[in-house]
């Protein structure tokens, strides 16, 4: 196992356990605290326990080696894994919607005080593992830890729309006691909208759709700096999990035999993965000059 893959894995079971911890204390407080935007929230981390672990999963089975089934690996398996934490993300929404809606037909008392001190220190905490999980990700180009991440800050924010809520049910006193359930109704929409966000790359992926601009400049600025390259034509860069698998047509002088048009093909691959480490692999075509 590689070095982005075992930080990922750990910043999986950040996730798993911050997730775990805060969904017992907000049904707790939620509960005795008649609040139902915190029970909502409760039930957002709960989904957000296993999500966590279907990433973790995802994490493990993409980083195994190729095989001759697979001879490009099993890292398709990552943002495969992430589609199903974007069906999490709408599930939550939809049961927080839905009954959202139905506590706000229905009378119910203020929430207490002090559920505005849990939910505070919620937000804070969950915006430090958004962050945490989030460098992890950028770190490791890892798309599913990345969806984790916006699993965090997502929670982030249905905690704010509920301390916002409860702030309002509170200071503003009778006929606003439904005020934390329109906040958790509104989190309800943010969380479908983080989820279009979450699923748009992870789809890319899985479509080996051209992403790579500015990668693909890169090698062929690299590319060109190899002694016997004279042009770079077609350079296609698909994403595997957590590394990249690139394509890339170079051009020659026609003239050369095959083995020095051979040998330079070995030296711009040599030189782009000793350049770019998160580079599995260069197939390389080349192409006379005429």
């Not at 929670?155 to 309002?168: E, K, N, Q, V």
């Not at 479908?192 to 080996?208: K, T």
């Not at 390259?229 to 002088?253: A, P, Q, S, W």
């Amino acid at each position: 196992m590689d070095q982005n893959t075992s930080e990922a894995i750990k910043a999986s079971w950040l996730s798993i356990f911050g997730n775990a911890l805060l969904a017992i204390a907000k049904f707790v407080t939620g509960i005795f605290g008649n609040s139902y935007a915190l029970i909502a929230d409760a039930i957002e981390s709960t989904t957000d326990v296993f999500s966590s672990f279907l990433v973790l999963l995802g994490l493990k089975y993409s980083s195994r080696p190729p095989d001759e089934n697979h001879p490009y690996g099993h890292g398709k398996a990552e943002p495969l894994m992430t589609f199903a934490v974007v069906g999490f993300l709408v599930v939550s929404a939809t049961v927080i919607a839905y009954e959202s809606i139905q506590h706000i037909q229905t009378p119910h008392k203020v929430p207490e005080p002090y559920t505005l001190i849990v939910l505070g220190a919620i937000v804070i905490i969950k915006e430090y593992f958004y962050r945490k999980v989030s460098k992890k990700g950028n770190e490791t180009n890892s798309t599913s830890l990345k969806a984790d991440a916006w699993h965090h800050r997502s929670d982030a924010i249905t905690s704010l729309m509920a301390f916002i809520g409860i702030s309002i049910a509170l200071f503003m006193g009778k006929g606003y006691e439904t005020a934390d359930d329109w906040a958790a109704l509104f989190a309800s929409g943010f969380i479908i909208y983080n989820a279009y966000l979450i699923l748009r790359p992870a789809l890319g992926e899985v479509m080996d759709e051209h992403m790579y601009d500015d990668m693909i400049a890169d090698i062929r600025k690299v590319s060109f700096n190899v002694p016997g390259v004279l042009d770079t034509e077609k350079c296609y860069v698909r994403k595997t999990g957590m590394i990249y698998h690139v394509d890339l047509h170079i051009i020659v002088n026609a003239e050369i035999s095959v083995k020095e048009g051979h040998d330079i093909a070995h030296h711009v691959k040599n030189e782009l993965l000793a350049h770019f480490p998160e580079i599995f692999d260069v197939l390389i075509h080349v192409e006379p000059n005429v």
